[in-house]
């Protein structure tokens, strides 16, 4: 059983917009060290950290996430992907879901008061409907072709331009996004990015996310 961390959750961070998302997904690993990475992205100005380890085991995932945990300050959001127990147990600020499973409201009563919730989505009625759960922000994908989607046609920004006039939660543009071409996921009506490979595999994750954070502010 995994123990929870006594202090889990007392004071949420607040969602700054406009922000850049670091996502970690383990299964494309890192050009440098983990800890070179969250900490270069951090020092870099990046607004939220979310950890996604779908494959290994819950003792590598504890592990993982309580190293991160320790790497990023508490004024930045860290999350989650999917896992309610690991984000408990190591003090996450909340946790972020996939399109179709849990919903929002069901999430909420595992997780501490004011947790985050957020929840990537394809679809306006997938947004909309996240949205009417409160939803505290959306990923919307796919953005551009990506390898870590290999085969999937990608969406564009014209799909969060779509999602952006029906609801009001923040949206986060996700999806082969990096410096070059943030600024259109911007203009789409996104109030941040979310990325992987384009900090992960960087050589330099500072120079990479401050590049990125004076995209976002300029689209803002």
């Given amino acids: 059983m995994i123990q929870s ?5 007392q004071s949420t961070p607040s969602l700054l917009w406009p922000m850049v998302v670091l996502v970690i997904d383990v299964e494309r690993g890192c050009h440098l060290s983990l800890s ?17 380890d ?12 309580r190293d991160i945990r320790e790497w990023v300050p508490t ?5 989650i992907n999917s896992r309610l127990d690991i984000a408990r147990a190591v003090g996450a600020d909340g946790v972020h879901l996939p399109e179709h499973g849990l919903s929002v409201s069901e999430v909420r009563e ?28 959306l990923l919307v994908g796919t953005m ?11 969406e564009g920004p014209d799909s969060l ?25 911007m203009q789409a009506g996104a109030r941040g990015v979310a990325v992987v490979t384009a900090i992960t595999h960087a050589t330099q994750p500072e120079k990479v996310t401050q590049q990125l954070v004076q995209v976002v502010h300029r689209y803002a």
């Fill in 110 to 137: 595992f997780l501490p008061q004011h947790s985050l919730v957020g929840r990537s989505v394809h679809s306006r009625d997938t947004a909309i409907s996240s949205v009417s759960e409160g939803v505290d922000y």
């Fill in 75 to 79: 004024s930045v959001p860290f999350l």
């Fill in 161 to 185: 331009r779509t999602i952006h006039s029906q609801v009001t939660a923040p949206l986060v543009g996700i999806g082969g996004i990096h410096v070059g071409n943030a600024g259109l996921v």
């Fill in 54 to 65: 779908r494959n290994s085991s819950t003792d590598a995932v504890l592990q993982r996430a």
């Fill in 36 to 52: 070179s990475v969250v900490t270069g992205a951090v020092d870099g100005g990046v607004g939220m950290v979310i950890l996604r």
């Fill in 144 to 154: 551009f072709v990506t390898s870590s989607k290999p085969g999937r046609i990608p």
């Fill in 5 to 9: 961390t006594p202090s889990v959750i």
